[in-house]
């Protein structure tokens, strides 16, 4: 009776051990920061039908063990009837990246601590006035969702940002 009692408190402390060890071992913590978003930078074509914008948004992992980026895709936000009259293309990608044509987000291996720069693209093609979207929609919204894959599996997440249709000074 008593090796069976010293039996299960040993392997209870070896149980207990191990999971504090991988409680403590943690996971990626990737993390596209939205607001520290700088360098905006917004072009009207002379066409007055077009607008480029763009914006630099950090990437990185906080967290204890590496994961991976496997897919991003950006959408604008619906913001009423106008949206009849846009066409919105967006794409996010590495600034150490060449950009691709078809937008294609290549898979990413963060490393913990790991720190990218990403370029968040939108063009934004119109029927009405320039001048007149944006006294109607001064600002474009945007979702950005990205799938990252680590050791507790396949999560997405998404982040917002609000990109100004107003040309830069």
Same mark, same amino acid.
């Given at each position: 009776?008593?090796?069976?009692?010293?039996?299960?408190a040993c392997a209870?402390? =070896?149980?207990?051990?191990?999971?504090?060890?991988?409680?403590?071992?943690?996971?990626?913590?990737?993390?596209?920061?939205?607001?520290?978003?700088?360098?905006?930078?917004?072009?009207?074509?002379?066409?007055?039908?077009?607008? $480029?914008?763009?914006?630099?948004?950090?990437?990185?992992?906080?967290?204890?063990?590496?994961? *991976?980026?496997?897919?991003?895709?950006?959408?604008?936000?619906?913001?009423?009837?106008?949206?009849? $009259?846009?066409?919105?293309?967006?794409?996010?990608?590495?600034?150490? $990246?060449?950009?691709?044509?078809?937008?294609?987000?290549?898979?990413?291996?963060?490393?913990?601590? $790991?720190?990218?720069?990403?370029? #968040?693209?939108?063009?934004?093609?119109?029927?009405?006035?320039?001048?007149? #979207?944006?006294?109607?929609v001064p600002c474009?919204? *945007?979702?950005?969702?990205?799938?990252?894959?680590?050791?507790?599996?396949?999560?997405w997440r998404l982040?917002?940002?609000?990109?100004? =249709?107003?040309?830069?000074?």
């Amino acid at each position: 009776m008593g090796f069976l009692v010293a039996f299960i408190a040993c392997a209870s402390t =070896l149980s207990a051990a191990l999971a504090a060890y991988y409680w403590r071992l943690g996971n990626h913590n990737i993390l596209l920061d939205t607001a520290a978003a700088h360098e905006f930078i917004v072009q009207h074509h002379v066409s007055g039908s077009e607008i $480029d914008c763009s914006c630099l948004i950090p990437l990185s992992n906080k967290g204890e063990q590496q994961g *991976m980026v496997n897919n991003v895709f950006c959408q604008p936000v619906h913001c009423g009837k106008i949206m009849n $009259d846009l066409e919105i293309s967006s794409h996010l990608r590495l600034v150490r $990246d060449n950009m691709r044509k078809n937008g294609y987000w290549e898979s990413l291996i963060l490393k913990k601590n $790991d720190y990218f720069i990403t370029e #968040l693209a939108v063009k934004i093609r119109s029927r009405i006035n320039i001048s007149s #979207l944006i006294r109607e929609v001064p600002c474009m919204k *945007m979702i950005i969702y990205y799938q990252v894959i680590g050791r507790k599996g396949i999560q997405w997440r998404l982040a917002e940002i609000s990109i100004p =249709l107003q040309k830069n000074s």
